[in-house]
């Protein structure tokens, strides 16, 4: 047990960087992202929010300055509370919506001039070990990294942001359902035609539920409001995916998983869950072959993060890759063909499912 604990701390000392929000008065410097936020943390006297859960849903926005030599792959956070905007993440401003109404309001004026055509709309759901201001700047950084051409919103659920709060936060997601439902229809009522959900972790647990919810309440309802969904290293019994799976019926026209062997933080997850695997560092794809899934196997890249939790994030190849096929679907359903990229990957064809796997020479074990 104190082996097991030890190793606990030390994978997951490498899974988040814990710090929260900083503000900057200079929106002049780098490229500034508006990230529309639903979040059932409590708000603080800082500017940010906290872990406890709060009594309903809060709508804000924050303008988030990317610095202009950003790595991609990388959140660049300040040292202490003053950030240096040519160096640092920042925000450059907050606006705080009294209730959905309003939000509905700004977002759908958002959606209008960022995708006037498709109305496609993001929603970045982070995962365990995550403060607001960790998960607010992923989404960000996604916004920036994968050159995303639409609204990127985030629903920020309350994880403790400690690596003791694992208990805390798996049962954390189950009390976001209703409220991460209701933040998707107020998405879909500010305009959004096509709404695309990237999970990441714990994320993608309590995604899987709300869409299982969705399907319980109205058969068909999944598809006719999602257009899109990626998990993103998820921390999620196979099992319990399958059957959420199932209760779902027809899964998004676009449903992706990005697995790796080589997720430390998951395979801790999977020792103290008494598994060999979770689903987001699954091998052996054949309970799940059924579905109509892409899982594409990243065990080849490396994190900036030694536990490789957050390697679909933070490695160039694979920023290069997804922004390839954002918005191919097709290219992921051809089987035994090599893809185009930045590196050769072979997309085979298992029953309903393509798996995208990099060539061997390509790998960096």
């Known amino acids: ?17 814990q710090n929260d929000l900083s503000y900057t008065g200079r929106a002049d410097v780098g490229a500034v992202v508006p990230i529309y936020v639903g979040t059932t943390r409590n708000p603080t006297n800082d500017g940010t929010f906290n872990s406890s859960l709060a009594d309903a849903t809060n709508y804000v926005r924050y ?13 660049e956070w300040p040292l ?5 905007p040519e160096k640092n993440f920042a925000v450059t401003a907050k606006y705080t919506y009294a209730d959905d109404t309003a939000f509905k309001a700004s977002l759908r004026k958002q959606i209008i001039e960022k995708s006037p055509v498709k109305k496609r709309v993001y929603v970045y759901v982070h995962g365990f070990y995550n403060t607001f201001g960790d998960g607010l700047y992923r989404a960000a950084q996604i916004s920036n990294d994968f050159s995303v051409n639409a609204v990127v919103t985030h629903f920020a659920w ?13 049962d954390a997601v189950l009390t976001a359902r209703d409220s991460f439902l209701e933040f998707l229809e107020t998405v879909k009522d500010a305009g959004a035609s096509e709404i695309v959900i990237v999970a990441h972790s714990l994320g993608a647990a309590l995604t ?21 969904v990626a998990l993103i290293a998820p921390d999620l019994d196979v099992d319990l995916f399958v059957s959420q799976a199932s209760r779902i019926g027809k899964l998004p026209d676009f449903f992706v998983i990005f697995t790796s062997s080589r997720d430390r933080a998951l395979q801790l997850s999977a020792r103290v869950s008494g598994e060999t695997a979770r689903l987001g560092n699954i091998q052996d794809v054949t309970p799940i072959a059924h579905l109509e899934t892409v899982v594409w196997d990243i065990s080849a890249l490396d994190g900036i993060q030694k536990s490789n939790h957050l390697a679909a994030f933070e490695n160039p190849e694979a920023l290069e890759f997804i922004q390839l096929i954002q918005g191919r679907e097709a290219v992921l359903s051809v089987s ?3 893809l185009p990229g930045p590196f050769p990957s072979v997309a085979i064809s298992i029953n309903n499912l393509t798996r995208i796997v990099l060539s061997p020479e390509s790998a960096n074990n």
């Open 1 to 17: 047990m104190r082996v097991l604990f030890a190793l606990w701390l030390v994978v997951l000392s490498g899974c988040a960087i």
């Open 63 to 75: 303008d988030v300055s990317i610095p202009p030599l950003h790595e991609p792959g990388k959140i």
């Open 80 to 84: 202490g509370k003053t950030p240096n």
């Open 158 to 170: 309350p994880s403790t942001g400690s690596a003791f709060g694992y208990a805390h936060d798996r």
């Open 208 to 228: 899987m539920e709300t869409l299982r919810s969705i399907a319980i309440e109205d058969e068909g309802a999944v598809t006719r409001m999602i257009k899109g």
């Open 336 to 338: 035994g063909k090599t």
